[in-house]
């Protein structure tokens, strides 16, 4: 298991539950794609600086660890 920040884990939530989304190119998402746990899907918004990502089965890994195999829902924390 990761340390991550509490942001982090919420945007992994978020990919896990509602699936790809655009977030601002940022040192969070940065951090989760470095560590496997998120890719860039290839889609980008320029004008809004911000890419779309999904979770990896990595991603998927790291949140079952923590909530166990069905991972809350968002809101639940």
């Known amino acids: 298991m990761h340390k991550l ?3 982090s884990i919420s945007r992994l939530q978020a990919l896990s539950a509602l699936g790809p989304r655009f977030y ?3 040192v969070y998402m940065r951090r989760l794609e470095t560590l496997g ?5 290839g889609r980008s918004d ?26 809350p829902a968002l809101g639940d924390n």
């Open 46 to 71: 320029p004008a809004a600086n911000s890419v779309e990502y999904e979770i990896t089965d990595a991603g998927c890994a790291e949140l079952e660890e923590r909530y166990g195999p069905s991972a």
């Open 24 to 26: 601002k190119v940022s």
């Open 37 to 41: 746990l998120v890719a860039a899907t």
């Open 5 to 7: 920040a509490p942001t």
